[in-house]
């Protein structure tokens, strides 16, 4: 059997899933016909956006998971980050995880000088008169549920949107939401 591989830009409001128990989800099925036994290369929570790796090869998934692979965010902030809060992100802050405290690796983190130029969310987030707002890039080797977002909380930064640029040396680029590109394959070796 030849194994397909797909490059997807997920968009908000959907579930890193085919299937849900909620009839009123929305699921990736929806939004392009996958092959059967198509699964996702980690997750995205149903309200962050961007980079989704699926494959219907589960070794790959795998090995493509390894705690060695950077995976890179851009996370718009409510507020403006300070230095002291971008060092706190990159030493590693304290999370609650499934009920007990987490302390997160050591990440990359600094401050976007120009908004990435993202698309507007469908759903609102806020206004200007809110106050101001800043983006920042996360690089992480880990992926515990939520952990951006619950990092930025810790620092006094709540994150607004969360998008997922990029696996290793594989970026989300200029898809549009919703976009799918088939590939022959994500090349582990070069990871």
Known sequence: MKHRHFIFHKPFGYLSQFKCE???KKVLGELY????GTMTIGRLDEDSEGLLLLTTDGKL???MLARDKEKEYYVQLDG???EAGLEKLRSGVEIGLRGKKYKTLPCKAHKLEIDP??????KKIRD???GPTCWISVTLIEGKNRQIRKMTAAVGYPTLRLFRVRMDNIRLNQLLPGEVIE????DVSEM
Not at 117 to 122: C, L, T, W
């Open 22 to 24: 909620h009839d009123w």
């Open 33 to 36: 016909d996958f092959p059967e």
């Open 61 to 63: 998934c795998d090995s």
């Open 80 to 82: 403006i980050i300070d």
């Open 117 to 122: 130029g993202f698309s507007p969310r469908v």
């Open 128 to 130: 200007d008169r809110h």
């Open 183 to 186: 590939v022959e394959g994500f």
